[in-house]
Nanobody, 122 residues
Framework: QVQLLESGGGLVQAGESLRLSCAAS????????MAWFRQPPGKEREFVGG????????YYRDSVKGRFTISRDNAENTVYLQMNSLKPEDTAVYYC???????????????WGQGTQVTVSS
């Protein structure tokens, strides 16, 4: 079992930055690929980006490439999402997720946090 807890969301203006954190419980954090998803208002949840178990490989949806960066600290059982140059269309509830296998869809991930709201005003 892995329990995930996101933090760092908030209200910012377009062009500003935020860093989300996701703290994981348990001693097997490094066994899992981690990912961030988001659910914009009135829309389905979508993949934002993911990171391999060791942190060497990252991958992102096209709309956030060059603006968002995922990193992880296995010693601290934490994964981060650094979001720069935020846009109003980035407004969503952001979730972190943990899974054993590579995947760009929700089905690849077994454990989920409760989400943190990010609101970007224009």
């Amino acid at each position: 079992q892995v329990q995930l807890l996101e933090s760092g969301g908030g209200l910012v203006q377009a062009g500003e930055s935020l860093r989300l954190s996701c703290a994981a419980s348990g001693r097997t954090f490094s066994y899992y690929r981690m990912a961030w998803f988001r659910q914009p208002p009135g829309k389905e949840r979508e993949f934002v980006g993911g990171i391999s178990k060791g942190g060497l490989d990252t991958y992102y949806r096209d709309s956030v490439k060059g603006r968002f960066t995922i990193s992880r600290d296995n010693a601290e059982n934490t994964v981060y999402l650094q979001m720069n140059s935020l846009k109003p269309e980035d407004t969503a509830v952001y979730y972190c997720a943990a899974g054993r296998n590579y995947g760009l869809t929700e089905r690849a991930y077994d454990y989920w946090g409760q989400g943190t709201q990010v609101t970007v005003s224009s």
